[in-house]
């Protein structure tokens, strides 16, 4: 249970089947229309969770980085990302996704008829592991409520979570990626979660950039 942060205010999802999966019906995924964000003015509440994050040390990982990388995009984004933490390039340019990692995702979207101004792009951790590690059990516990907060302060209708610690930390349980990869499942605040391989994972396997949806 690495990845888990020890909150106990976090209510545990459920990750039941919709109604469609019960009915045997497979849900059709909303069209890229249905998920382009209204215009990206901005939104005061993730202004104030950006304010209070400040010059965040509540963990140790602040002593060794370049820049806390909170997130960015459309402010009221209907579908949202959330990776691991930031790498390299993301600490140096205090933007989310824009190494190697973030290419793949680019093309992602595209292929879906969206680009990065549409949607909410964050990580669970605002700060980047020491030769990005994966992250600790604390390092979460202290960073993760700022993600809820964001997501409070969005609210998206989906967030596609991209690899296994944003997975188990948003579902507050160990997932298998590989068996509930593609599905929505109702998460909190009538948000659905989908979850899929990390980007990184699909360059180091480029075998399975077909399982990507
Ligand atoms: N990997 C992540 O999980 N997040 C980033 O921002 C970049 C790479």
């Known amino acids: 249970m690495e990845y888990l942060p020890r909150t106990q205010s976090q209510e545990k999802p459920r990750p039941t089947a919709t109604a469609h999966q019960q009915r045997g019906e497979e849900k059709s995924p909303p069209s890229s229309a249905e998920l382009t964000a209204p215009s990206p003015q901005a939104n005061p509440q993730l202004e104030a969770v950006r304010a209070e994050m ?15 990388v909170f997130g960015e995009g459309n402010p009221w984004a209907r579908l949202m990302f959330v990776g691991e933490a930031p790498g390299r390039e993301e600490d140096l340019q205090g933007r989310p996704f824009v190494g190697q990692a973030g290419k793949l995702l680019d093309q992602f979207l595209q292929t879906i008829g969206l680009s990065r101004e549409d949607v909410y792009i964050a990580n669970i951790l605002k700060c980047r592991p020491p030769g990005n590690r994966t992250p600790q059990p604390q390092e979460i516990e202290q960073c993760f409520p700022f993600l809820l907060k964001q997501t409070q302060a969005i609210k998206p209708r989906i967030i596609c979570c991209l690899g296994g610690v944003a997975a188990q930390t948003l579902m507050g349980q160990r997932v298998a990626i590989t068996r509930l990869r593609g599905q929505f499942i109702p998460w909190r605040w009538g948000i659905e979660l989908f979850l899929t391989f990390h980007p990184a994972c699909l360059l180091r396997n480029p075998g399975q950039k077909k399982n990507i949806k």
């Open 54 to 68: 400040g010059d965040c040390k509540r963990c140790p990982l602040w002593k060794e980085r370049k820049t806390l």
